[in-house]
């Protein structure tokens, strides 16, 4: 085979790089591959007799289209624009839903759940007046209800669907308030804390339609999650700043303002915002559209650091962990934020890429998560010998059990990735399959717990 | 013969394992090997190819490598893995079914 150099044909290559390029489907190493494809191609043709432009006429042409090419690699690596797909998945469908109409609805449903927050204190349920608990245990059947609306609005599911996604949102309100919970008692606190987990993932199957079983767009939710989550902090900083800024200048005519931001601020403020977010992140992604990746390479090394530390003094002073309360809590909040170290990395990475430092250094945070973790239950599991089972300490160490394997499966994963005997597109898998797993351990806090607990 | 799109979207994915079987190859050498081997019936949108191999290489059938052709420039090569021996083992058996199927249709047809 031998190399073309024929200028004018050569300045029609770099021309139709240029237009994959712009593309942005494809990645360098997708338009390098097609360019050698389309070189041995013209090779072929010209060795058949072919003068150079008439071989790159065919060549070209047998390619294919580049609409239909582009389209075909978006649905490939969708990670590349994950928005876009999930936004538009074809022409067809995104001129239904305008940009307008979309804010309009996004802003209807926030006002609607805004509105939803204060319909119980007409029936004489107030936030300040003894039934704060009721607010706790509602709280996101104020606002996730509507954000499923949301989803199935935008993305056109079937009214059946809507159905099936409602019951849900049901058993939720009713196992929240027909449960007769003691005062302040530990299971309730356990449902304020598990039911928005369990619902989140009703939320899950709004936003992917029926695709949540079929293939790998589980991890689309994972992105739209945490970018989400980043809004949802921005939004509030600015509702602060807000706020701050209502008190000092009703203040300074006289008047006191609290009932204002206590009463319809803040808590208006917090459901509307979640609505807003979603439709931030789904409109407006590519302002802060990598920022989870980004925190999550700043604060992987941090971690990892602090962990090993922390191993490296215990080992030096012999002190044992001092378990209380706090410490059980604790430690889950910890293995909690290495899976989504570990989540939002995979979310960002190129699976086809060969390991690098920062895989090493991933694999170190979670090698070392493990060991502390497991120093921390053996104390745990003394303590629960010694005093007997508490809803807290059952729930916490479910968890905890519920992360270990997951994170102990993710590290031999992960050792095997960075050694070139597995794939990350494995690891990926496993994290998404691993998904629902919260969810349903949520779900048995919020539903069995409590009569288990007796309650209490 | 002009082949039905999804029939040809079906069918990529073993022909590709196959051809990987017999060795590594890189994507204009499949290509040309499934219109050998189709005599011309099977034309791929020679494009259309790439984003089958990427999604193999995802699910973990197929392994890829850069290294140089012979004529210089970077080629990416595949190759099949053990996974994709035992995808390629279980869709030979589906198709053999569907073939087997059809054929037994089409004998009778004759016969009636």
């Known amino acids: 085979m031998t190399a073309v150099i024929d200028q004018p044909l050569e300045d029609q290559i770099?021309?139709?790089?240029?237009?994959?390029?712009?593309?942005?489907?494809?990645?360098?190493?997708?338009?390098?591959?097609?360019?050698?494809?389309?070189?041995?191609?013209?090779?072929?043709?010209?060795?058949?007799?072919l003068a150079g432009d008439e071989a790159f006429l065919v060549a070209v042409k047998r390619m294919g289209s580049l609409d239909a090419l582009s389209r075909e690699f978006a649905r490939e690596h969708s990670d590349r624009l994950w928005k876009q797909l999930v936004i538009g998945p074809g022409p067809a469908e995104e001129s239904a839903h305008t940009g307008y109409t979309e804010m309009l609805v996004a802003l209807g449903l926030a006002v609607a759940?805004?509105?939803?927050?204060?319909?119980?204190?007409?029936?004489?349920?107030?936030?300040?007046?003894?039934?704060?608990?009721?607010?706790?245990?509602?709280?996101?059947?104020?606002?996730?209800?509507?954000?499923?609306?949301?989803?199935?609005?935008?993305?056109?599911s079937p009214a059946s669907s809507a159905l099936w996604l409602a019951l849900p949102f049901a058993a939720g309100a009713v196992l929240a308030n027909v449960f007769p919970f003691r005062a302040h008692g530990d299971t309730?606190?356990?449902?304020?804390?598990?039911?928005?987990?369990?619902?989140?993932?009703?939320?899950?199957?709004?936003?992917?339609?029926?695709?949540?079983?079929?293939?790998?767009?589980?991890?689309?939710?994972?992105?739209?999650?945490?970018?989400?989550?980043?809004?949802?902090?921005?939004?509030?900083?600015?509702?602060?700043?807000?706020?701050?800024?209502?008190?000092?200048?009703?203040?300074?005519?006289?008047?006191?303002?609290?009932?204002?931001?206590?009463?319809?601020?803040?808590?208006?403020?917090?459901?509307?915002?979640?609505?807003?977010?979603?439709w931030l992140v789904e409109a407006k992604q590519s302002?802060?559209?990598?920022?989870?990746?980004?925190?999550?390479?700043?604060?992987?090394?941090?971690?990892?650091?602090?962990?090993?530390?922390?191993?490296?003094?215990?080992?030096?002073?012999?002190?044992?962990?001092?378990?209380?309360?706090?410490?059980?809590?604790?430690?889950?909040?910890?293995?909690?934020?290495?899976?989504?170290?570990?989540?939002?990395?995979?979310?960002?990475?190129?699976?086809?890429?060969?390991?690098?430092?920062?895989?090493?250094?991933?694999?170190?945070?979670?090698?070392?998560?493990?060991?502390?973790?497991?120093?921390?239950?053996?104390?745990?599991?003394?303590?629960?010998?010694?005093?007997?089972?508490?809803?807290?300490?059952?729930?916490?160490?479910?968890?905890?059990?519920?992360?270990?394997?997951?994170?102990?499966?993710?590290?031999?994963?992960?050792?095997?990735?960075?050694?070139?005997?597995?794939?990350?597109?494995?690891?990926?898998?496993?994290q998404i399959t691993y998904l629902p797993v919260y969810a349903v351990w949520a779900a048995l806090v919020v539903v069995v717990f409590p009569p288990v607990f007796g309650y209490r | 013969m002009d082949m039905g799109k999804d029939l040809v979207a079906a069918s990529a994915t073993p022909l590709v394992l196959a051809i990987l079987a017999e060795g590594d190859s890189y994507g204009y050498a499949i290509i040309k090997r499934v219109a050998e081997l189709s005599g011309g019936h099977l034309q791929w949108t020679d494009g259309m190819l790439y984003p089958v191999l990427h999604r193999l290489e995802r699910q973990g059938l197929v392994a890829a490598k850069w290294s140089a052709s012979e004529s210089g420039r970077r080629r990416k090569y595949y190759r099949i893995t053990r996974e994709g021996r035992a995808q390629l083992a279980a869709q030979r058996q589906q198709w053999q079914v569907v073939d087997g199927t059809l054929r037994g249709l089409w004998m009778q047809a004759r016969t009636a």
């Not at chain 1, 360098?28 to 058949?48: F, K, M, N, P």
């Open chain 1, 113 to 156: 759940a805004a509105l939803a927050i204060k319909v119980p204190a007409l029936f004489g349920l107030r936030p300040d007046g003894g039934a704060e608990m009721f607010y706790f245990r509602n709280g996101s059947l104020f606002v996730l209800p509507l954000l499923a609306v949301y989803f199935i609005w935008k993305r056109g």
């Open chain 1, 14 to 49: 770099a021309q139709w790089r240029e237009y994959l390029r712009r593309r942005q489907a494809f990645h360098g190493s997708d338009i390098e591959e097609l360019e050698g494809h389309l070189r041995d191609q013209l090779a072929a043709l010209t060795e058949a007799g």
């Open chain 1, 188 to 278: 309730e606190r356990l449902t304020v804390l598990h039911l928005p987990i369990a619902l989140w993932l009703v939320i899950g199957f709004a936003y992917l339609r029926n695709r949540w079983f079929g293939d790998g767009r589980r991890m689309d939710f994972v992105r739209f999650s945490g970018e989400l989550a980043i809004y949802y902090v921005l939004i509030g900083l600015g509702g602060i700043v807000l706020i701050g800024f209502t008190v000092m200048m009703f203040k300074s005519i006289g008047m006191n303002p609290e009932w204002l931001i206590g009463g319809w601020l803040v808590p208006c403020g917090m459901v509307g915002a979640v609505i807003i977010g979603s």
């Open chain 1, 287 to 430: 302002v802060i559209e990598n920022m989870a990746p980004v925190l999550t390479r700043l604060f992987t090394p941090l971690f990892t650091v602090l962990l090993l530390a922390f191993l490296g003094t215990m080992a030096w002073t012999g002190s044992p962990i001092d378990v209380k309360r706090e410490v059980l809590i604790g430690f889950d909040l910890l293995l909690v934020l290495v899976v989504g170290l570990v989540l939002y990395a995979a979310s960002a990475r190129d699976p086809q890429k060969p390991p690098d430092l920062f895989d090493f250094l991933q694999l170190l945070l979670v090698a070392s998560a493990l060991v502390v973790d497991g120093v921390a239950l053996a104390a745990i599991a003394a303590r629960i010998t010694e005093f007997g089972f508490t809803p807290n300490r059952v729930a916490a160490l479910g968890e905890n059990l519920i992360l270990l394997v997951n994170l102990t499966w993710t590290a031999w994963l992960y050792a095997r990735f960075v050694r070139g005997r597995g794939s990350f597109a494995t690891l990926e898998g496993w």
